[in-house]
């Protein structure tokens, strides 16, 4: 049993859910990312993440627990169409920075929405400072800024490419200012996106691959992370890290976490109780947060 109002109590909204308008669409998105973590931690705690949508409802809305993108997106198209709004699923392709490329299968999410005669892209579900707070107009080239940065869609005529502008990361800890998940760049490529309609069917192969192949990301780290009003905080296998926005760099106030620290690490910061045992992970792997 799926209740949208179930969904609403969990995200924190209290106004009228019967206005598939645009104030909506960026009130419901924006409490999505502040309340429901981007997280892989089942597949660490001896779990397995599915594409049910009932099941990932029961996770995430009745459990209290996060999800990575096929969850989140998935769940949040629900969503959608439960409020009356026009949206379509798309697949997307994650970019390798240290390959310089498109991974070749789609392996994100997102939902295209329209609303009055516009298109909006809405991605609840990226994570730590890539993360958009607010859906992205489909209009190629246009500077949309937002707390973590100022995002632009660019169309090239066979695909669409999200990218950011990325503010300087200055980190506390000196100590730490080395750390590979220290992002050094200026400008970041997250994914590109054609406009062609997928189900949940597309994604079952892939989300299969992410949680089984040693050489995925998944596997290789543990990533819990969750927007605040300020900025937002994530805990990479054992390293955690609160992150302010500023106008002009993000203050990085990183720590290691003792592993008998955790459990009350995930719930004290992220509102997070595992049933299984959790087992962090760290390995070599191209994500920074």
């Known amino acids: 049993m799926m209740d949208l109002k179930e969904y609403l109590n969990r995200i924190g909204f209290t106004g009228q859910y019967d206005k598939a308008d645009l104030d909506n669409l960026f009130t419901i998105h924006k409490l999505h990312v502040m309340n429901i973590p ?33 969850e989140n997106n998935l769940l949040f198209s629900w969503v959608l169409k439960e409020m009356g709004y026009k949206s379509t699923m798309l697949g997307s392709k994650v970019f390798n920075s240290l390959e310089q490329v ?78 590979s998940l220290i992002d050094k760049r200026l400008t970041k490529t997250l994914y590109s996106f054609t406009l062609t309609p997928r189900d949940a069917d597309h994604f079952r192969e892939m989300s299969d691959y992410l949680q089984t192949s040693p050489d995925s990301l998944f596997m290789l780290k543990s990533i819990c992370s969750l927007q605040t009003p300020t ?40 509102n997070l109780v595992l049933v299984n045992k959790f087992t962090p992970k760290n390995n070599k792997a191209d994500y920074c947060i």
């Not at 089942?42 to 993108?69: A, F, P």
């Not at 302010?244 to 760099?249: G, V, Y």
């Open 38 to 70: 981007f997280e892989n931690l089942s597949i660490h705690s001896g779990e397995k993440n599915t594409m049910d949508l009932q099941i990932i409802y029961d996770k995430i809305v009745k459990s209290n627990r996060g999800g990575w993108c096929c």
């Open 231 to 270: 900025g937002f905080r994530a805990l990479i296998g054992w390293t955690y890290s609160e992150v302010t926005f500023k106008e002009d760099s993000d203050l990085v106030d990183m720590k290691e976490i003792p592993g008998c620290e955790i459990e009350a690490l995930l719930r004290d910061k992220f």
């Open 102 to 179: 498109f991974l070749s299968m789609d392996c994100h999410l997102v939902n295209l929405v329209e609303i009055d005669g516009k298109q909006y892209i809405a991605d609840v579900s990226f994570g730590v400072s890539s993360q958009i707070w607010h859906p992205l107009e489909l209009i190629s080239g246009k500077d949309q800024p937002q707390p973590s940065g100022v995002f632009r869609l660019i169309n090239n005529g066979l695909q669409w490419v999200l990218e950011k502008t990325i503010r300087k990361q200055l980190v506390q800890d000196k100590t730490l200012a080395n750390s």
